[in-house]
């Protein structure tokens, strides 16, 4: 069955960095829409970072442009998100997903993980 797990979550202050992980195992295809969502109280939820595990199709929120990174280590199976430059709106809950293409990730559709918790305060 397949399954996401995040990690690397954490508190950090304003212009700090965090990275997380999200570890992926029981997907029987090698073409996945893979990234990223956040989910803030109170905010409806919102696609922060993807792409296709086979390259392209790169997907970016426009508020964290020139901050995250997404990238994958594909022999571990491990999706990342670099995050620099935080700031006290990225706080939220953060999903790792999956689905067979960008529109249904976009909409998601796929397959969800349990989140992450990134808080970013002074």
């Known amino acids: 069955q397949a399954q996401l797990v995040e990690s690397g979550g954490g508190s950090v202050q304003p212009g700090g960095s965090l990275r997380l992980y999200c570890a992926a195992s029981?997907?029987?295809?090698?073409?996945?829409?893979m990234g990223w969502f956040r989910q803030a109280p109170g905010k409806e939820r919102e696609g922060v970072a993807g792409?296709?595990?086979?390259?392209?199709?790169?997907y970016y929120h426009e508020s964290v442009k020139g901050r995250f990174t997404i990238s994958q280590d594909i022999a571990k199976n491990t999706l990342y998100l670099e995050m620099n430059s935080l700031k006290p709106e990225d706080t939220a809950m953060y999903y790792c997903?999956?689905?067979?293409?960008?529109?249904?990730?976009?909409?998601?559709?796929?397959?969800w993980g349990q989140g992450t918790q990134v808080t970013v305060s002074s």
């Open positions: 997903a999956a689905a067979r293409d960008f529109s249904d990730w976009y909409l998601a559709r796929g397959n």
């Open positions: 029981g997907y029987t295809y090698s073409i996945y829409y």
């Open positions: 792409f296709y595990t086979t390259g392209g199709g790169t």
